[in-house]
C-alpha cells in the first residue's frame, strides 16, 4: 500500500538464541523483551514481526534491533511489503489459531 509517498513495510527479525545457561536466559529474555517494547509481536517462537508506516521507518526499527543484539547467536532481519506479507501462506495441523492482521491502511485527509 502506498499513501503520500510511504509504502507500509514489515519488519521481521528471527532469531536464534542461546539459553543453556542462566546468562543466556537472560540476555534471550531481554532482546525479546526489547523486540516488544518496540512494537514486535510474536508470529512463532523467535520470529517476531512489525509493521512500520514506510521504509525509512523500517530502517528505525532494524537499527533498534542492531543496537540491541545480544553477544551469542543470530538474528535475521527480513524486510517485507505490506503485499509481500499478506501473500504469506501459513499450514497449520489440526489446530488452527487466527492469523496476524495485515498492517490498516492508513488515510490523510
Not at 517462537?45 to 521507518?57: I, L, T
Request: charge should be positive.
Amino acid at each position: 500500500m502506498i499513501v503520500s509517498g510511504y509504502r507500509t513495510m514489515w519488519v521481521m527479525v528471527l532469531f536464534d538464541l542461546p539459553t543453556d545457561s542462566k546468562k543466556a536466559r537472560r540476555e534471550y529474555t531481554r532482546f525479546r523483551s526489547r523486540l516488544k517494547k518496540d512494537g514486535f509481536t510474536m508470529l512463532q517462537y523467535s520470529v517476531y514481526g512489525r509493521a512500520c508506516p514506510s521504509e525509512e521507518n523500517a530502517v528505525v526499527h532494524e537499527n533498534r534491533v542492531q543496537k540491541n543484539l545480544p553477544p551469542a547467536g543470530q538474528v535475521r532481519v527480513l524486510t517485507l511489503t505490506d503485499k509481500q506479507f499478506t501473500r504469506m501462506r501459513i499450514y497449520y495441523g489440526k489446530k488452527r489459531e487466527k492469523n496476524e492482521k495485515a498492517a490498516e491502511q492508513l488515510s490523510f485527509f
